[in-house]
């Protein structure tokens, strides 16, 4: 069988491909982030920050580096996704030339920036592991393009599952053999070789489009102009490990990139998911932006009745997640997960706007977006590590969690990363509805409304845990939070959220019709 670039059309079409390909692959990312979990315990005791900090450090500078990372050719594809028999060839080849030379330059500049930075071991990273991801991304992007454009959502998350597990499983075996940074950086650029040679054989024979030397100028101009607006989002990703990298120790960027590890788990499953399903099926509405705006605002009201619960859940059940989980020399990281976890809250709207905003081909409005967040950002970031670290304390010491002296930066940086993130992450939202003038109360609607539910709940949550704590001994007061009441509250706060609004309510209840019909068939008539 064979994938196709001819996607299901009308609202009926593109409704169910849009609910099969979340359930696929939200399915897949759970299934994997089980194993993932399991792997993150086993690795915080073979490693240590310091392996953290080196690793993320590294993954750091290469984001940095790529300037014009291949795989943003998959957006420019999916943006015309009726062009791409035609364009597929020449996308190939600028594709391949931007991976080429970004490899080369960041072998070339490893080893300055190890001595720049002065953190021994960095440039041997960054030459023979880091590299090759624009390679790894070129041979990625085409195949995974034409499977996303024909929708095989089913195709992907089989595959996708797979590959992470095995791909887990072999740092798990890197770390345990004492490869130290290596087993967090290997295993996922091997992923993507992997993903890129299946997804080739999955689908199936094409046509051989050759490089048209009339479309190289086009195709380059519209590639280069989404890589500005996708190379600031991926510093921004990193901004915060950057900026400790000029200002703290390897341990304190371990301590920090350990607890944003952890807390982004539970918006992966479903935000960035989500972000990756709708793009090309926004693209296939493009001519109807009244209906992309729409589509994507019931997308997100629904998204943030799961997203915003599970997000300050994460943040309540800090202390007895770290304390029952983790050692002692993670500590650190309790208070810096808990902030994170509260700006996830946020964060979950980002991976829709910007699937959006690409579906709609409006690559500068990202850029600008991005670029102001960027500048903002950084000088904020700055200002936090080096002035802020008495006032985090105290602000974070108000919420009683605890703040070690070997991460006092990095959780002044938590707090100034929260701050950004919850304003821009709304602007995002409202930049993308644009187009259908989407008002400003509608846009904080949908971060807000859940959270009148949500925080009631969580500092329930909380005040269980304390109390549990005072009767009884830390162990079980720390497991029960975590096996019973955090998993109840969770439920109850992501029930409340769905029920207070209508239209989320209504999109709940097709969606459970849709798969109920699935699974039984057709209601007999008559």
Request: charged residues 10%; aromatic residues 10%.
């Amino acid at each position: 069988m064979t994938a196709s670039t001819d996607a299901p059309g009308g609202r009926r079409g593109y409704a169910a491909a849009a609910a099969s390909g979340s359930a696929w692959t939200t399915l897949q990312t759970l299934s994997n982030k089980v194993v993932t979990v399991f792997a993150m315990l086993v690795l915080a005791k073979l490693l240590e920050p310091a392996d953290f900090g080196l690793s993320n450090l590294a993954i750091s500078v290469g984001s940095f580096a790529f300037i014009i990372p291949p795989f943003v050719m998959g957006d420019v594809l999916l943006a015309r996704p009726s062009h791409f028999h035609r364009s597929a060839g020449t996308a190939r080849a600028v594709a391949w030339g931007a991976g080429i030379l970004l490899a080369l330059g960041l072998i070339v500049a490893a080893k300055p920036i190890e001595t720049f930075a002065d953190k021994p071991g960095l440039a041997f990273l960054l030459m023979v592991v880091v590299m090759q991801r624009p390679l790894a991304d070129a041979a990625f992007v085409i195949p995974n393009s034409r499977l996303r454009i024909g929708l095989d959502y089913r195709r992907i998350a089989l595959i996708d599952g797979a590959v992470i597990l095995f791909a887990t499983l072999l740092g798990l075996a890197m770390a345990y053999c004492g490869m130290g940074p290596s087993s967090l950086l290997f295993p996922p650029i091997a992923m993507i070789w992997i993903r890129a040679f299946i997804y080739r054989r999955a689908a199936g024979p094409m046509e051989r489009s050759p490089v048209d030397p009339a479309l190289v100028a086009p195709i380059a101009n519209r590639f280069l102009t989404a890589c500005t607006g996708q190379y600031l989002n991926s510093v921004l990703a990193i901004l915060e490990v950057l900026v400790l990298g000029f200002f703290a120790s390897e341990t304190e960027i371990g301590l920090y990139g350990f607890a944003a590890l952890l807390a982004i788990q539970t918006n992966t499953v479903i935000a960035s998911q989500l972000g990756a399903v709708l793009q090309p099926i926004f693209a296939h509405i493009r001519q109807d932006p009244a209906r992309q705006v729409a589509a994507f605002l019931r997308a997100t009201r629904l998204l943030s009745s799961v997203s915003v619960p599970l997000s300050l859940m994460q943040a309540a059940l800090a202390i007895p997640l770290f304390q029952l989980l983790f050692a002692t020399k993670w500590t650190g990281s309790i208070a810096i997960f808990a902030v994170l976890s509260v700006s996830q809250a946020f964060m979950f709207v980002g991976a829709p706007s910007i699937a959006l905003l690409k579906a709609q081909s409006r690559f500068r409005a990202y850029f600008a977006w991005q670029f102001t967040q960027l500048v903002v950002s950084a000088a904020v970031f700055i200002v936090a590590v080096q002035h802020g670290t008495e006032l985090a304390g105290r602000i974070i010491g108000l919420f009683g969690l605890p703040v070690s002296e070997d991460a006092r930066q990095a959780a002044a940086l938590s707090l100034a990363s929260a701050a950004m993130w919850s304003l821009f992450c709304p602007l995002g939202l409202w930049i993308a509805g644009r187009p259908s003038k989407l008002a400003l109360r509608t846009v904080l609607g949908v971060f807000f409304a859940p959270w009148l539910v949500a925080a009631p709940i969580a500092a329930f949550a909380v005040l269980a845990w304390w109390l549990l704590r005072t009767g009884t001994s830390p162990w079980i007061a720390d497991a029960v939070s975590l096996v019973a009441i955090g998993p109840l509250a969770a439920v109850a706060a992501i029930v409340g959220s769905v029920w207070m609004r209508k239209d989320t309510r209504a999109d709940i209840m097709s969606i459970i019709e849709r798969f109920r019909r699935r699974r039984h068939g057709p209601t007999p008539v008559g």
